[in-house]
């Protein structure tokens, strides 16, 4: 059996991060960044990672596939819904790796029986008949009961009973709308595995969503009660209110072990760099006050505060930086500072890079020093994703800026690269950033609607970079953009672009059924 664990003080991480958490509106990665947060995941020692739902379009199909050809240490799993279909292509996509895994679920509570046009009997029907055949392809099947929080407890013992019975060597609970409590999550899990035959001889996972506020908790609750399986995102990242977020559960297993004697096999070392590389890649900022990995996670401002952790750092602070790979010094580099020097503060950042990328990075870093008097670790980090975002190989990509503002008006001229073909616009605008939007509406005309633009300053100063974020909404797709400058218009514009982009890559995808997400269970 694929996951039959004897420690039972071993609990499974399962990363979503690259299905649940792409499926917040506008956190959709491209190709090539789907396979490196895989590789990083990989490199943590994530137990699972979730690397998408196959039938949802061709391009997480692939996605899937080359994941799995290229992991090392993790089991690779695939969504489907239960039918054979989303089951027979979920299969064909994680088959390559060495440990594949099919996730099948259905929706077994009331409201979710009501849009199935299933009764109870021919729901249990389908559970065998969908969980079998995916065991008859893969030894690995992990089975979800779609909303089990609010499923009826005898109906949903029947439920896992079946799926048990079917070949499931994995059984999630998933909490699918935020709706549990910690004790309630813990009772769930303590009475299947006290009165479903066979509950002993599979894992049992918890999924929480974060709607009120308790995904982190609930989910501790139900592996205190007996689940060995943690579903889980990078920065919580998630439809709605997110998911519970990997590094909150990891860190209080590994600090709390007086209460929790339980172990993961992450190397928490990783985290800071895997929280900065997803926040990147989704156009999501994690929050100041994030635990973990949040920028004001190890500040002291109080003067209690600084005074005691001046004298003892245990007094107000319950795990170190460096646990999850916070360098200890954050020593500004300069226009002085050599090809090294650089390849070894990107390291302690988490960027290990060949020799002609680090060529690439190293120009644009000499081109920021002459703009900045001192680059901070915020700016190295603004920089690379920058240097990712932004690339020559880009469909639409901005060459020159320039703009006139003032109080008695502001006009822009921007030139763009369109499929390798030069175009010059000249407009007027509101304000700069919206005479800027309005040349690249010009020259690449579009349905797109801007939903979000946000500004951030990278560091103090006023030659500090900005961080400009652009979400966009054009038939329903959603893409992000972002980009780093210490001209913020250009960053802006850079940003627009990069959206715009990912927007046409996302509009090139077919989907094989219109919408993953309405409940369509034909077999």
Known sequence: MAQNMTDKSRVLIFDTTLRDGEQSPGATMTHDEKLEIAMLLDEMGVD?????FPIA????????????????????????????????????????????????????SPL?????????????????????????????????????????????????????????????????????????????????????????????????????????????????????????TINGLGERAGNTALEEVVMAIKVRKDLMPYQTGIDTTKIMHLSRRVSQVSGFPVQYNKAIVGKNAFLHESGIHQDGVL???????????????ITETNIAMGKHSGRAALRSKLKELGFDLADNQLNDVFVRFKALADRKKEIFDEDLIALMTDQVANTDHDYLQVKWLRVVCGSDGQEAELKMLV???????????????????????SIYPS?????????????????????????????????????????????????????????????????????????????
């Open 419 to 441: 499929d390798g073909e030069e175009k010059t616009a000249k407009c007027s605008g509101d304000g700069p950033v919206d005479a800027v939007f309005r040349c690249v509406k």
């Open 48 to 52: 699972i990672i979730e690397a998408g």
């Open 112 to 232: 979710h029986r009501g849009i199935t046009d299933l009764d109870q009997d021919q729901m249990v029907a389908r559970i065998h008949d969908t969980v079998t055949h995916a065991r008859n392809l893969c030894e690995d099947v992990q089975w979800s009961a779609m909303d089990a929080i609010r499923t009826e407890r005898d109906y949903l013992c029947r439920v896992v009973e079946t799926a048990i019975k079917a070949g499931a060597t994995t059984i999630n609970i998933p909490d699918t709308v935020g709706y549990t409590l910690p004790q309630e999550s813990a009772d769930i899990i303590a009475m299947l595995l006290e009165k479903v035959p066979g509950a002993d001889e599979v894992i049992f996972a918890t999924h929480c969503h974060n709607d009120l506020g308790m995904a982190t908790a609930n989910a501790l609750a139900a592996v205190s009660a007996g689940a060995r399986q943690i579903e889980c």
């Open 447 to 523: 349905k797109a609607r801007l939903k979000l633009y946000q500004v951030q300053a990278v560091t103090a100063g006023t030659d500090a970079q900005a961080t400009v974020i652009v979400r966009l909404e054009e038939e329903g797709r959603i893409a992000s953009g972002s980009a780093a400058d210490t001209d913020t218009i250009l960053a802006s514009a850079k940003a627009y672009v990069g959206a715009l982009n990912r927007l046409r890559v996302r509009s090139q995808k077919t989907a094989p059924d219109a919408d993953v997400k309405t409940v369509s269970y034909k077999l």
């Open 57 to 108: 379009s061709e391009g997480d199909f692939e996605a899937v596939s080359e994941i799995a050809r290229r992991s090392k240490n993790s089991v690779i799993c695939g969504l489907s819904r239960a039918n054979y279909k989303d089951i027979d292509r979920c299969f064909e996509a994680v088959k390559h790796a060495a440990r594949p895994r099919i996730h099948t679920f259905i929706g077994t």
């Open 311 to 325: 004298k003892n750092v245990e007094t107000f602070e319950i795990m170190k930086p460096a646990d999850i790979g």
